[in-house]
């Protein structure tokens, strides 16, 4: 049963609010909310593909990574984005070295993530193309933001561009990937994944589940 204090979400629920207001909400929420520019935006429940494809990313970056420098951190992570834009909760975050964190009302928000991924829907992928897309490659230490399609076999890696000669200016590059045998590596931990372990067991389109047999 829940207590007098909690709040529940409605997947399309904006509230303007303060950022502390935010917080003290979400200390009490059942729910996950995420924070742009003043307003407070409720999260929709996942369908089952994307649920499935969040679970293989980190199982295969959790094997990758034991006993390394990184470790890969699952939705319930908050981050703050680059100067006042606000609270969000990738589908997960990797870190490298010793994680940095902002702690509001006991909630600890990652200031140095190395990657971030978002599993896209109907519902966000918009969002996640492009707000954001600008907001996590305004944050310095992201090397990589991967976004990954849950109703077909499509992922696009955006990376982040090393300055050379005299072009001091960093810059960000993106590579797609569109075939189950293709395989993209994270350069910012060391980590090699197919899309066919991306996509293992979810029913896309026109085609049977992925499998990495």
Not at 20 to 25: L, N, T
Not at 139 to 154: N, P
């Amino acid at each position: 049963m829940l207590g007098d204090n909690a709040v529940m979400a409605s997947p399309v629920q904006h509230i303007p609010m303060s950022e502390d207001a935010y917080f003290e909400m979400l200390e009490k929420s059942i729910d996950k909310y995420e924070y742009w520019n003043g307003v407070a935006v409720g999260m929709a429940g996942a369908q089952p593909e994307h649920v499935q494809i969040e679970a293989n990313i980190v199982g295969e970056l959790f094997q990758q990574l034991r006993g390394k420098n990184c470790r890969p951190l699952g939705s319930n992570q908050a981050v703050k984005l680059a100067g006042s834009g606000g609270y969000v909760f990738p589908d997960i975050t990797v870190v490298c070295g010793k994680p940095e964190y902002i702690v509001k009302r006991g909630i600890g928000c990652l200031l140095n993530p190395s990657l971030v991924v978002e599993v896209l829907s109907s519902s966000t992928a918009a969002l996640d193309e492009t707000d954001k897309l600008l907001a996590y490659t305004a944050i310095r230490t992201i090397r990589e933001y991967l976004v990954v399609s849950s109703d077909r076999c499509a992922v696009k890696l955006f990376f982040r561009r090393t300055p050379s000669g005299d072009n001091l200016d960093e810059t960000w590059g993106v590579r797609p990937y569109a075939l189950s045998t293709d395989s993209l590596t994270f350069e910012s931990c060391g980590c090699t994944l197919t899309l066919a372990e991306l996509y293992a067991g979810v029913d896309l389109p026109g085609r049977n589940s992925l499998s990495t047999e």
